[in-house]
């Protein structure tokens, strides 16, 4: 039985949860996160931001839509600590927040191309 405070990763593998029990705050906090993979739109920008900074102009380009739309996805992005921005002068430029957005969009990819 798992009191919550490991998580199986593989094949009987356990993975000590940084020594915090995944209460229900935990699991709701998680599927908060997970939520926000489920949009097309927030999943273009993430993708696009892949290669690395890029701007609202840069990142509008890329996934053909509106500077205001993407904007408005990409604060919902920082909300949730998947991308950050970086200011220079008046331009800004976002990125990943970390390399685990990277590792979890590399991941769900491997998992759909699967056959």
């Known amino acids: 039985m798992n009191d919550g405070s490991y998580v199986h990763v593989s094949k009987g ?3 000590k949860t940084a020594g915090v029990k995944f209460d229900d705050n935990k699991f709701n906090d998680l599927a908060e996160f997970y939520k926000i993979f489920g949009d097309p739109t927030r999943l273009k920008i993430l993708l696009s931001l892949k290669d690395g ?13 509106n500077q205001s739309a993407v904007s408005h996805q990409l604060r919902i992005l920082k909300q949730a600590r998947l991308a950050r921005v970086r200011r220079d002068g008046k331009n800004a430029y976002y990125s990943f927040d970390d390399e685990h957005i990277d590792l979890i969009l590399k991941l769900g990819i491997e998992h759909i191309l699967e056959v």
């Not at 900074?53 to 839509?65: F, G, H, I, R």
């Open 53 to 65: 900074e890029a701007s609202v102009t840069d990142l509008s380009m890329k996934v053909n839509m």
């Open 13 to 15: 593998e356990k993975m």
